[in-house]
C-alpha cells in the first residue's frame, strides 16, 4: 500500500531563513511524487512535480528513491509563503490517485 | 487548466438525512476524483467518477454511502447518504483534463459538511 508521511504538521521560521518540508513515502514501485500547497481562502493547487526537476516560487524538492523522501526546500523564506503544504504521491502515470501526507502549516514570521 | 465550482460550499444537515454536492467544471474532462478531509486529517480519495461507466471507490468507501452520478463531462455529484457525524468533513472534487501529458489536478474549493 502507499502512504505518504510529513512529519512536522507545524512549522515556523523567520523571513530569509531556509526552509525545509518533509516528506517521506512508501511504495514498492515507481511513483510520481508531487508538492500541492493551499494559501489562505484559495484552493488547493500543485506546487511542483518530481519529474519536472523545476523551481516554482523559489521551491525545489528532489526525489531520493534511496531514503524513499522527496522534502521540499526554498533558501531564503518569504511571507508569502505560508500556506498549508502537501505531499501527494501516484502509483500511477499521469497523477491519477493521488494518496496525500498529512499536511505541513508552513508560518513565516516576518 | 481547468475552473471547478462546487455547491453547496457549506451545509449543516441533521443525523439520518442524505446531503448531494455538485460539482461543475469549465470544460470536458475524463476523469473526476471526489476526495473526503476530515477535520485535522489529510484528504482521502473516495472514488473516481469516469463519465459513462460506473464510479471506482477506494478501499473503505461503498456506493450505498456515497453513490455518484457523472452524467456527462462537465458535470458530477456525490451524494452523503445517511449521515452521521463522523461524516462532517470537507468534501472536494477534482479533475485531471484530458490530455496524453496530463499531470496535474485541479481541485474544487470545496463543501463543508457539519452533521448534528
Known amino acids: 500500500a502507499q502512504r505518504v508521511t510529513q512529519p512536522e504538521k507545524l512549522l515556523s521560521v523567520f523571513k530569509g531563513a531556509p526552509v525545509e518540508l518533509k516528506c517521506n513515502y512508501s511504495y514498492s514501485g515507481s511513483p510520481e511524487l508531487f508538492w500541492y500547497v493551499q494559501y489562505s481562502r484559495q484552493r488547493l493547487q500543485l506546487l511542483l512535480r518530481?519529474?519536472s526537476r523545476e523551481s516554482i516560487k523559489g521551491f525545489t524538492a528532489d526525489l531520493n528513491k534511496g531514503e524513499t523522501s522527496f522534502h521540499l526546500k526554498k533558501p531564503f523564506a518569504q511571507e508569502e509563503d505560508s500556506a498549508m503544504y502537501y505531499c501527494?504521491?501516484?502509483?500511477?502515470?499521469?497523477?491519477?490517485?493521488?494518496?496525500f501526507g498529512q499536511g505541513t502549516r508552513l508560518t513565516i514570521n516576518p | 487548466s481547468a475552473v471547478i465550482s462546487q455547491k453547496p460550499s457549506r451545509d449543516i444537515c441533521q443525523r439520518g438525512t442524505s446531503l448531494t454536492i455538485q460539482c461543475q467544471v469549465d470544460?470536458?474532462?475524463?476523469?473526476m476524483f471526489w476526495y473526503r478531509q476530515q477535520p485535522g486529517q489529510s484528504l482521502t480519495l473516495i472514488a473516481t467518477a469516469n463519465q459513462g461507466s460506473e464510479a471506482t471507490y477506494e478501499s473503505g468507501f461503498v456506493i450505498d454511502k456515497f453513490p455518484i452520478s457523472r452524467p456527462n463531462l462537465t458535470f458530477s455529484t456525490l451524494t452523503v447518504s445517511n449521515l452521521s457525524p463522523e461524516d462532517s468533513s470537507i468534501y472536494l472534487c477534482?479533475?485531471?483534463?484530458?490530455?496524453?501529458?496530463?499531470?496535474?489536478?485541479?481541485f474544487g474549493p470545496g463543501t463543508r459538511l457539519t452533521v448534528t
Open positions: 470544460s470536458q474532462v475524463t476523469m
Open positions: 477534482s479533475v485531471l483534463p484530458t490530455g496524453t501529458h496530463s499531470y496535474e489536478q485541479y
Open positions: 518530481h519529474i
Open positions: 501527494a504521491l501516484s502509483a500511477t502515470q499521469g497523477a491519477q490517485k493521488l494518496v
